[in-house]
Each structure stands twice: as C-alpha cells, then as structure tokens.
C-alpha cells in the first residue's frame, strides 16, 4: 500500500511538471506572438521552426523518458500493481510517439538550419573532440541515440528477433542512449537553463539511474546464486514473463453458480 | 468422400513482420513525424506572411533580418566608417556582399545602458556614455545575445556555451554578454557571423557593434 501511494504520488507530480514544462514553452510563444516590442525582436523569420524545435525535443525527451522509467522500474511496478496492461505504454504508446516526436525534431532542427541559410552538410553531425559540447557533438550524441532506439523499437516488435539471445543486450543499450539524450538535452536545450526544465531533467535521470541500478543488482544477484552447472531455464518471476508485448488472455468469465437447486443424489 | 484439407497459404516475411503492432506503430510514429513538421512549416509560412504584411504597411518598423542580407552588415563593413576600417587580428573578416546598399533603415531601441544614435539616412554615429573611446573589434570578441539564436546556432555552440567569467558552460538568454570568439576562431567564420546578423540580432547589435559593450561585463574588455 505504502508503494503504491509513492508510486501515484510520484505520477500526479510528474504530470504536473511535464504540464509546467509544456504550459512554460507554449506561454514564451504566445509572448512572442503578442506583438510587443520585445517580441517584434525575437521574432525571427525561423521562430516557428525555433518553437516546434522545442516543443517537439521537449515532448520527446518527455515520453522517451517515460518509457525509460518504466523499463527501468518495472520490478517495483509489478511488486505492487499487477495489471500487465500498463506494459504496453512502455512497449507501444510512450516508444512509439517519442521515437515520433524524435525524428520531427531532427527534421525540423534539418529545416530550421535550412530557414538560416546554413549549409545542409555532414559538419552539422560531425563529432568535435576539440570542444565536446559543441553542437555538432551533440547533434552527433542524439542522432547515435535515435539510431539505438529506433533499431531496438523496430526489432523489439519482430517476435523472432525478439527471441534472440543477443537481443536482451541490445536492448539494455537504451539505457545508454538515453542519458545521451538528457546530456544533449542539458546542453543544447534552448530552456535548460531554466529551473522547470532541469528539474524535468533530474527527475528523469533519477528514474532511469535508480531503475538502471536496481536491474544490475539484481542480474548480479542472479549470478552470484546460479548454480555452476544448471541447465538453463527461463526463470520466470511474474515480472518477468510478463515483460514485452504478450498481450493479458482474457480468461472466460467464471460461472455464476446455478440458480437453480442442486440436483439430489439420491433420486 | 474424402475431407479436402484447407490449402495453406504461404505468408511472406514481410507480412509476418508487419502484421503485429509494429505497423501501427510505424504508422502512429509517422502521422507524429508528419503533423509536426506540418506545423512547423505551416507556422513558418504564416509568420512569413505577417512579416511580409507589416514590412508593407511600416517599412521602418521592419528589423534587420528580414532583409537579407542585413544593411548592418553594410554598416560594418562600410570603409568610410573610420570605428570599422580595422579589425583585431584574431577577429573574423567580414565581407561585405555584393549590391549591398549601405543604406540604413533602422531605429534601433537599446534597452541596455548603451545609447545610439541611428539615424535612417545617416551612417550610424553610436554614442557610448559608459566608455568614450570605442574599441576595435568588438564584433568579434563581444556581442550581445537577443534570442538565443546565437547559442543555437551551430559553429557558435562551442564558444557561447562558456561563460567567460567563470569557464563553466551555461546556456545564454536574452541581454547576455558572448564573449569567447577569439578562444575559438575557427568556428566563427565570417560567413556565420553574417548569418548572425542577418538574423534576429542585428538590431539588438547595432548600438553594440561601434561601441564598447556596455561595463557590466568586465570580462569583454
């Protein structure tokens, strides 16, 4: 019981973040859209794309990050909420639309560049060793995280490949892409300098690290007790058997006992 | 009479994997992919045409970089201007474009303790109250930040996310200093520096380019 208040708890305050957060982005446009003196300034021929920029990074980092925790924490989740079909928010919605909201925010980080007459060229992806936060190291860092994630997304949705030995690995290199993605986001991020944004970014950090954490001790746990010779089994924890995209069977709904009167043996 | 078995029917790999919720999502990824970029264009070509609308009604209410390339690059770059006929020498060469008229068109509005004087007519004749003397090079080793768009911009990432007074990387905003130029010349090329300013800074930099930046930040000296 007491999981589960700090499990919701921790749901409504989130929520209420990511509204901050989005309430904060679509507020600076609308400033800008007001037509003051200020706003006459900032209001470039490319704002447009400057705001979908944002708002399209901010909401996939949003629900790339919720898919990431929710891979990260399924162990404490299912301790105490045993209805598998919230999996399919980390296995379908959250990775579906963040990979979405990903990929038009390179298109648009690509037109924006475009809109500023910047030369569409690979020097925009290029890693600089010189300066690491450079943009280009940056925009190199999420791209490779978009590749990882999309790769994952696509295989992870093939049941055969899925079987794979290899793809269990595969798949822990989210984790990975992901802090690549808050460390391109910390830096790059026109709003990270803002209170709201890094606080978005610490609690997402936290998630994904404290889940990461809790994984890897377990799988060291697992192998600290594993038997030398033990024939391999899939071990199943309910957790677990559960874990990617079997859907619930829907069991046939129990019989209501019979009202009519229980037929007499003896007859 | 013997049962006919049903025949079967050999289903393709590409059906086998596109079957399940890989598809939907696919698809779900793209109608994301494709409305979002359709907004962002779509606002793009709206706020064009506000652009458009008001540089008609209230030319001189138009900012620099709605023209491209910006008549301040032509201030600039003007060689009777004595403040800009010598750069230092780790600064960026600007040229100046061809058919550029060196006409300037702007009212400038510092809010910053800078003053300019800037006529549409005349060549800009900046006063500084703060520091009489006006500096060389200025352009190159200081100016101020206006929308963030020189953070975002890419060959300028590397300076501008180092503050130069405490070497941490931080993200600038509105009125800040960009100080850092010169620990990285090779990013800001001239032509980025156009680019610059034919955005949405020009304006803003018009005061500053002529004149020393404004005392409070010590570090752009």
């Known amino acids: ?14 929520s209420i973040l990511i509204t901050l957060v989005l309430y904060s982005l679509f507020h600076s446009f609308y400033l800008v859209t007001q037509g003051s003196e200020k706003a006459t300034e900032i209001l470039t021929k490319a704002s447009a794309y400057l705001f979908f920029l944002r708002l ?6 949003v629900f790339i990050g919720i898919a990431a925790s929710l891979g990260a924490l399924r162990n404490v989740i299912f301790s105490f909420y045993k209805n598998t079909s919230f999996w399919k928010i980390h296995t379908q919605w959250a990775s579906s639309i963040g990979i979405g909201m990903a990929t038009s925010h390179l298109t648009i980080y690509l037109l924006y560049e475009w809109r500023l007459r910047v030369p569409l060229t690979l020097k925009l992806f290029y890693p600089n060793f010189v300066h690491f936060n450079s943009t280009s190291n940056l925009v190199f860092l999420s791209t490779t ?6 790769i994952n997304f696509i295989i992870s949705n093939i049941p055969a490949l899925k079987a794979k030995s290899w793809w269990k690995p595969l798949h822990i290199v989210n984790y990975f892409a992901f802090f690549l993605v808050l460390y391109h986001a910390l830096f790059l991020g026109s709003n990270s300098s803002e209170p709201l944004f890094q606080i978005l970014y610490a609690v997402f950090l936290l998630l994904a690290l404290s889940g990461a954490i809790h994984r890897f001790y377990i799988y060291v746990g697992k192998m600290k007790n594993k038997p030398p010779q033990a024939p ?8 677990s058997t559960i874990v990617q995209s079997v859907p619930p069977i829907a069991l046939p709904p129990v019989k209501s006992p019979s009202p009519t009167p229980p037929v007499n043996p003896t007859k | 009479m013997q049962p006919q078995s049903p025949t079967i029917q050999p289903v393709s ?10 598809a939907k999502a696919l698809i779900l990824s793209f109608i994301i992919c494709i409305l979002m970029i359709s907004f962002a264009v779509g606002g793009d070509l709206y706020y064009q045409s506000i652009f458009l609308q008001s540089k008609k009604s209230n030319p001189s209410s ?28 780790a600064a960026p060469t600007i040229t100046r474009a061809p058919n550029v008229s060196a006409t300037n068109t702007l009212t400038p509005t510092p809010t910053h303790s800078v003053q300019a004087t800037n006529t549409p007519t005349n060549p800009p004749q900046a006063t500084n109250t703060n520091s009489p003397t006006p500096t060389q090079g200025q352009i ?27 070497g941490k990387t931080h993200t600038h905003t509105t009125g800040d200093y960009h100080c850092g130029t010169q620990s990285n010349p090779t990013d800001m090329t001239s032509t980025y520096l156009e680019k610059h300013l034919a955005m949405g800074c020009a304006a803003r930099l018009a005061p500053y380019i002529v004149t020393p930046p404004a005392p409070a930040d010590p570090s752009c000296e």
């Open chain 2, 62 to 89: 138009v900012l620099a970089p709605f023209v491209s390339p910006s008549p301040v690059i032509a201030q600039i770059t003007e060689p009777r201007n004595p403040i800009q006929t010598t750069t230092l020498s």
């Open chain 1, 232 to 239: 391999i089994v899939q071990n199943s924890t309910p957790a």
């Open chain 1, 1 to 14: 019981m007491k999981k589960q208040i700090i499990f919701f708890t921790s749901l409504v305050l989130l």
């Open chain 2, 13 to 22: 790999f590409f059906k086998k994997v596109f079957n399940g919720w890989l």
């Open chain 1, 56 to 61: 399209t990074g901010t909401l996939s980092l």
């Open chain 2, 140 to 166: 190159a080793g200081c100016f101020v930040v206006v929308s963030g768009y020189l953070y975002n911009m890419q060959p300028a990432i590397g300076n501008n996310a180092i503050d130069p007074n405490t």
């Open chain 1, 145 to 150: 995280a978009l590749t990882i994630f999309t």
